[in-house]
T-cell receptor, first 114, second 108 residues
């Protein structure tokens, strides 16, 4: 079965650079979530989209933005990167139509800011 | 927002031993999921269990929604069971709130 696809798997950037993370949800899933997991921490919710519209927002810095496109893939854009942005970034998708509120997680993108 | 507490924070077992991990949450939830995060960082979904009991091989889970807790049982543990186990809940808001995790180390 198709899973949530994230790219790239690993990304190394310098301070003050920009980064773009991509997420391809499971086909026919209508909701996408982004989470950030710092070293030794639990994943923290950043932002979510339902049917291409932002549905909820968590502790997402103003330097970050995200959107969901017409094909339902989502991108997380991160500018003016800081050392503290080094983390594992997860994307998850779910389907409200299927009734069960199960979130399926991608393998994550490991961002290292040097 | 909702609070999620997991215990114990760390657990060291000898291969073959059994263990119980606990997750307490502070409010009613629509969903509860147990995840295993492997050494490569991947979050593997173990159970979707907002209530009741489920079993999958050596793993089983029970959620008592009225008392706001869930238990994950691991029997006959193996070294490959090592990693961090997260409990994550969500309410009507949809987003998941994770506990701090239990770090399990299974020694050969």
């Amino acid at each position: 079965a198709a899973g949530v696809i994230q790219s790239p798997r690993h990304l190394i950037k310098e301070k003050r650079e920009t980064a773009t993370l991509k997420c391809y949800p499971i086909p026919r899933h209508d909701t996408v979530y982004w989470y950030q997991q710092g070293p030794g921490q639990d994943p923290q919710f950043l932002i979510s989209f339902y049917e291409k519209m932002q549905s909820d927002k968590g502790s997402i810095p103003d330097r970050f933005s995200a959107q969901q496109f017409s094909d339902y893939h989502s991108e997380l854009n991160m500018s003016s990167l800081e050392l503290g942005d080094s983390a594992l970034y997860f994307c998850a998708s779910s389907s409200t139509i299927q009734g069960a509120d199960i979130q399926y997680f991608g393998a994550g993108t490991r961002l290292s800011v040097l | 927002g909702i609070q999620v507490e997991q215990s114990p924070p760390d657990l060291i077992l000898q291969e073959g031993a059994n263990s119980t991990l606990r997750c307490n949450f502070s409010d009613s939830v629509n969903n509860l999921q147990w995840f295993h995060q492997n050494p490569w960082g991947q979050l593997i979904n173990l159970f979707y269990i907002p209530s009741g009991t489920k079993q999958n091989g050596r793993l089983s889970a029970t959620t008592v929604a009225t008392e706001r807790y869930s238990l994950l049982y691991i029997s006959s543990s193996q070294t490959t069971d090592s990693g961090v186990y997260f409990c994550a809940v969500n309410t009507n808001a949809g987003k998941s709130t994770f506990g701090d995790g239990t770090t399990l180390t299974v020694k050969p």
